[in-house]
């Protein structure tokens, strides 16, 4: 367990969010090109694509640093949901929307990594979800010891529940600890079948980022963040086992009237 606190920014608007997501996330990609030669990053849907494509495709300042360099990025999902890729719930055709198919060429095309869609249709997500762990695993487990993934940055949502993922609150799921992907049958929220990285795969990566907007989200923000009661929400678990390792990226509706102390920048 990580014993020091989360950072919490806020900033006035989704396009002062995206200004400042854009560094974090470049540096995060620029420490794991310098480390080895892929960026492994898993990223979830909701309102998480649209804000990642306005910080990373805005016009940068011409230096490497300051570049996303797609061609070795490794894009894997935080969850998904059992339907075709092409599918209105698909995380993957959201992200594809949203960033994949404004790349421009010249910063050249990421490797990502979908759920099989052969299996979609299966009664049970279970076969979907140990598929995509074999996938994880021919990308992070070069040798058998290799006990967990590490990515070198997530990106999550955060529900007006405290889910994030697809691990909702109370689910007997937040308690497992071996699996890197497990399958949900019936998910509180549609479409009800869906596949999710676990709890110790989240905690684990180099580099945790939350992206929470809307006043929408407040009441859950104080509960995260203030409250005893929301110790056990599935967000404040990956507070709780990622601590300074988690960024959270809100804007200042999301987070009025919480009192846990936040920045305006990074």
Known sequence: MAGSAPNLYSFPNNDALAQQLR??????QNSALSRHST????????SLPKVLAQALLAPGNGSPEDTAQFSKWDIFFADERAVPLDHEDSNYRLLKEELLSKIPSELGAPTVHTIDADHVNDDDPQELADLYQEELMRSFAAKDSVKLPVFDLILLGCGPDG????LFPGHELLREKDAWVAAESNSPKPPPKRITLTLPVVTHALNIAFVA???G???IMKQIFDAEEGRDLPSALVN???????S??????????VAFPRRGSL
């Open 23 to 28: 560094p974090y996330v470049l540096r995060c």
């Open 39 to 46: 960026f492994r990053v898993a990223v979830s849907g909701g």
């Open 163 to 166: 889910h994030t993922c697809s």
């Open 213 to 215: 907007t809307g006043g």
């Open 217 to 219: 989200k407040k009441d």
């Open 240 to 246: 709780q086992g990622g601590g300074e390792k988690v």
């Open 248 to 257: 959270w990226f809100t804007d200042n509706a999301a987070v009025e009237g």
